[in-house]
């Protein structure tokens, strides 16, 4: 069939995402078709963030037991869209026991991952034209986030040399317009986790910004890393530092299940108009298509709240990577947390650095990707031995640059 004129097939805003889609799964991509012609084995990819350590037991034998046990309408059917109460209350019972709060299910709502609960977050909170700040290096896809819902993103510049927060250069950034803020400690891509003293100066911050301009500023923490931190660093709560807080959890990375999807959001009950915001995240899940957090894996994760993963096999991981970069003459800050590294590049421009690994067959993703030019970020969850027979190929790499 002939149409007049030119006929668009997809929407203008998609035809921009499609045409600058992500660097890292294209990477991803680049690493399969490299494999096919030198062997998996002598490729070296470290541009995507799926865990490699594998779920704890308990997750199995949860699983089975509930479907032996509990009724398949339960297990398969609808319920609130929020997520079932006595699953939002055993997880509101744990966060208060860890942490010395007092929330109630009313604070929970289950979400498909942190990435479907940072969406109805945004669609609640966000009219067109309302700023969310980030702090570069940020992870890219939190601008198709607040694009989704015809936000737009502010990004505050960083300290390069310890990563923490701007806060001075935040405060340039927050106008009347600003709608809310978005941290994630453990951070991707630097692993850095925030210090308490950081957190205190955020929220001192916000709430000095909310006084001056008469408005609410609501602080976003995404933490898919929180329980993967190294050498007894602690991830501060922010629900206790700062009244309009919500966090956004995700087991993708904690119980290494990625492919389920599954996580909440934990709204401080403190905050400004707490019951409206709650109600009305509700309806965000119905009306973007989630409909409701994944019936199984609400029931899985209330089973095994105390479940962990072996984070010491990261940790080897960190080490190993770590300390031959720094021997080789790379720069760069050692992660407190999350499986990423964050070095510096000796030329300005990484992605032609990242063009050059390729030929030692070295998949690492510019820093740019993240808001942070000048770097790249490696992801260190890949297995202890692919990492060891990377080593001759990143000393290959630095001394092309005459880095050592």
Do not use: W
């Not at 973007?288 to 940790?315: H, M, T, W």
Request: glycine share 6%.
């Amino acid at each position: 069939m002939k149409y007049k004129g030119e006929r668009k097939m997809i929407s203008n805003k998609m035809k921009t995402l499609v045409a600058n889609s992500s660097v890292i799964r294209a990477m991803f991509e680049e690493g399969k078709r490299l494999a096919k012609i030198h062997g998996e084995e002598n490729v070296f990819d470290f541009s995507l963030g799926n865990p490699n350590v594998e779920p704890p037991e308990h997750i199995k034998a949860s699983i089975l037991k509930i479907l032996n046990e509990e009724s398949p309408n339960l297990v398969h059917g609808y319920m609130n869209n929020s997520g079932y109460e006595d699953v939002r209350s055993k997880i509101a019972e744990f966060i208060n026991k860890k942490h010395g709060l007092d929330l109630s299910y009313e604070s929970i709502v289950m979400t498909c991952g942190a990435a479907g609960g940072l969406n109805i977050l945004l669609k609640v909170l966000l009219n067109p034209g309302e700023e969310v700040i980030v702090f570069a290096p940020f992870f890219g896809e939190y601008n198709n986030y607040v694009n989704n819902f015809d936000g737009k993103l502010v990004t505050v510049p960083p300290d390069i040399d310890t990563f923490e927060p701007n806060i001075e250069e935040l405060k340039k950034k927050i106008t009347s317009k600003t709608k809310a803020v978005i941290i994630n400690s453990p951070n991707n891509p630097t692993g850095v986790v925030y210090s308490e003293k950081a957190i205190k100066e955020l929220a001192k911050t916000l709430s000095e910004k909310e006084e001056e301009l008469g408005i609410s500023i609501y602080l976003i923490s995404d933490e898919p890393y929180r329980e993967i931190v190294y050498d007894g660093v602690e991830v501060p709560y922010i629900l206790k530092y700062y009244k309009n807080a919500f966090i956004g959890y995700s087991y993708s990375k904690s119980l290494s299940l990625p492919g389920e999807r599954i996580g909440y959001i934990v709204a401080n009950p403190k905050m400004d108009d707490f019951e409206d915001i709650m109600a009305a995240l509700n309806v965000a899940n119905r009306i973007l298509g989630f409909v409701n957090a994944p019936s199984l894996f609400q029931r899985v994760i209330a089973d095994c709240l105390d479940a962990e993963v072996d984070v010491n096999i990261y940790k080897r991981n960190r080490d190993l990577l770590y300390n031959h970069l720094i021997e080789i003459g790379f720069k760069c800050i050692k992660p407190e947390g999350a499986f990423y590294l964050f070095p510096r590049t000796p030329i300005e421009d990484d992605k032609k650095f990242c063009e050059d690994a390729k030929q030692f067959n070295l998949l690492l993703v510019p820093g740019s990707t993240f808001g942070c030019p000048g770097h790249i970020r490696l992801s260190y969850c890949i297995s202890y031995e692919k990492i060891k027979n990377s080593l001759p190929a990143f000393s290959k790499l630095a001394k092309l640059y005459n880095m050592k």
